[in-house]
């Protein structure tokens, strides 16, 4: 089946400017997850959903980071008056959660967003 | 902020010896796990080690834990020219799974 998807997998904009990363999860998988990554480092969280609403968004750097998930599908992360110090890969993973056992968080491929 | 360190940063080996790096981490977990990321996309879940083990297989691999020292390790045996990438260990202390990763080691096996 298909796997977790993102879009655009590219993205460059300017410093300023605003913009949306669309992740499509897993179909099925009620938890999300964003991650950002910066060249050479690993993954950091960002925030995590839990069918429609933000379990945890203690991760977004600041208040220009929003995200939804209005229907518990597709989620979008927006970034506001976009700088410099935002260019990243920006990762989406979802997992299918059953009671308090571990699942395994399914990647997507990631936009690289670069801002100028 | 990032939970572990993978030691080293970078590691270079020949085709067919084996590849350990080694991940430490700074506050107590529920599970471990080892992804592997191509070319800086994809991360692959690789294998998850639970905090009441101390020594798990998949296939090539073999990962421990020592919850004591708050580290584990990732060896991979008869390397490959494909398992070139980077290696990132993961933490979660449960619940929902909140990840945590390392910094990341950055493994290239030459043919």
């Known amino acids: 089946g298909a796997g977790v998807s993102q879009t655009p997998s590219n993205k460059v904009t300017e410093k300023g400017k605003y913009v949306e990363l669309r992740c499509d999860p897993i179909s099925g998988h009620t938890a999300l997850y964003w991650y950002r990554q910066s060249l050479g480092q690993g993954p950091e969280f960002l925030i995590y959903f839990q069918g429609t609403g933000a379990a945890d968004d203690s991760g977004l750097p600041n208040d220009r980071f929003f995200a939804v998930r209005p229907e518990g599908s597709v989620s979008t992360l927006k970034i506001q008056r976009t700088e410099r110090g935002d260019s990243a890969v920006y990762l989406c993973a979802s997992s299918l959660i059953q009671g308090a056992s571990y699942n395994e968080q399914f990647f997507g491929p990631g936009t690289r967003l670069t801002v100028l | 902020s990032q939970q572990g360190e993978e030691d080293p940063q970078a590691l270079s080996i020949q085709e067919g010896e084996n590849a350990t790096m080694n991940c430490s981490y700074k506050?107590?977990?529920?599970?471990l796990q080892w992804y592997r990321q191509n070319s800086g996309r994809g991360l692959v879940h690789l294998i998850l080690i639970r905090s009441n083990e101390r020594e798990k297989h998949s296939g090539r691999l073999r990962v421990t834990l020592d919850t004591s020292k708050k580290s584990s390790s990732l060896l991979i045996t008869a390397s490959r020219a494909a398992d070139t990438a980077s290696y990132f260990c993961?933490?979660?202390?449960?619940?929902?799974?909140?990840?945590?990763f390392g910094t990341g080691t950055k493994l290239q096996v030459i043919p």
């Open positions: 993961a933490t979660d202390r449960g619940g929902y799974q909140k990840v945590t």
């Open positions: 506050t107590s977990i529920n599970n």
